[in-house]
């Protein structure tokens, strides 16, 4: 399938919108648009359910996370430092992401920490659009193919694919777990664009992604 390219708020919303229903049982939604998501480089390990970029800076916040909340980065390391800083800063932006929807705030400083721009309000909308249906998300993530393309000392962008096979929706009040049957949906392509800030890190600009990409199949 082709990747559509879309403003970073309107794929990310849409993504929002199918991420709920698609996780619901329901089959309405675009099939092209995705929800945002993170990246590393090595091999396939699990993290940490309360990650923490402190290891990268100390400046960095520190995400808390549930414990029903696990991913895993395939590949982890590339040996080249820049490309593995860009690679870390958006593992924990999806990290915070996910934080942010569990506290049910748009607005979660860790969130903020990590997008920029277009990326900050994306986010913020990507959240909202959980608070208002009063869901939350549980399970395990595989983020994998993971490649970063370095265009200046400031600015980069990568592509990965995600397995959400394993990744629900929850309704809060309930605990109830929308499951929907693993099909080819349940693979998604992702293309970000990041930038460094003055403090170093490479905060999210822009992100599209294509739910049931041919180059993401198992």
Same mark, same amino acid.
Do not use: H
């Given at each position: 399938?082709?990747?559509?390219?879309?403003?970073?708020?309107?794929?990310?919303?849409?993504?929002?919108?199918?991420?709920?229903?698609?996780?619901?049982?329901?089959?309405?939604?675009?099939?092209?648009?995705?929800?945002?998501?993170?990246?590393?480089?090595?091999?396939?390990?699990?993290?940490?359910?309360?990650?923490?970029?402190?290891?990268?800076?100390?400046?960095?916040?520190?995400?808390?996370?549930?414990?029903?909340?696990?991913?895993?980065?395939?590949?982890?390391?590339?040996?080249?430092?820049?490309?593995?800083?860009?690679?870390?800063?958006?593992?924990?932006?999806?990290?915070?992401?996910?934080?942010?929807?569990?506290?049910?705030?748009?607005?979660?400083?860790?969130?903020?920490?990590?997008?920029?721009?277009?990326?900050?309000? @994306?986010?913020?909308?990507?959240?909202?659009?959980?608070?208002?249906?009063?869901?939350?998300?549980?399970?395990?993530?595989?983020?994998?193919?993971?490649?970063?393309?370095?265009?200046?000392?400031?600015?980069?962008?990568?592509?990965?694919? @995600?397995?959400?096979?394993?990744?629900?929706?929850?309704?809060?009040?309930?605990?109830?777990?929308?499951?929907?049957?693993?099909?080819?949906?349940?693979?998604?392509?992702?293309?970000?664009?990041?930038?460094?800030?003055?403090?170093?890190?490479?905060?999210?600009?822009?992100?599209?992604?294509?739910?049931?990409?041919?180059?993401?199949?198992?």
């Amino acid at each position: 399938m082709k990747r559509r390219s879309l403003p970073v708020a309107a794929a990310l919303v849409a993504s929002a919108a199918l991420l709920l229903t698609a996780c619901g049982g329901d089959d309405s939604g675009s099939k092209d648009n995705d929800k945002i998501a993170g990246a590393d480089t090595g091999s396939e390990t699990p993290a940490s359910p309360t990650a923490s970029a402190s290891a990268a800076s100390a400046d960095r916040p520190k995400i808390e996370l549930p414990s029903d909340l696990a991913y895993t980065f395939t590949p982890e390391g590339t040996g080249d430092a820049v490309k593995d800083a860009v690679l870390k800063d958006n593992a924990e932006m999806i990290r915070a992401l996910d934080a942010a929807i569990v506290a049910q705030n748009p607005r979660l400083p860790a969130l903020e920490f990590y997008t920029e721009g277009e990326g900050a309000v @994306a986010a913020q909308q990507w959240v909202k659009a959980f608070t208002d249906a009063k869901w939350t998300v549980t399970g395990t993530v595989r983020y994998f193919d993971r490649q970063v393309t370095i265009s200046s000392k400031e600015s980069a962008s990568l592509t990965y694919c @995600a397995d959400e096979s394993k990744g629900f929706s929850k309704v809060i009040k309930t605990n109830e777990i929308k499951k929907t049957p693993v099909s080819k949906d349940s693979y998604v392509a992702y293309g970000v664009q990041v930038q460094k800030n003055k403090d170093g890190v490479w905060e999210t600009l822009k992100i599209q992604s294509t739910r049931g990409a041919d180059g993401c199949q198992p």
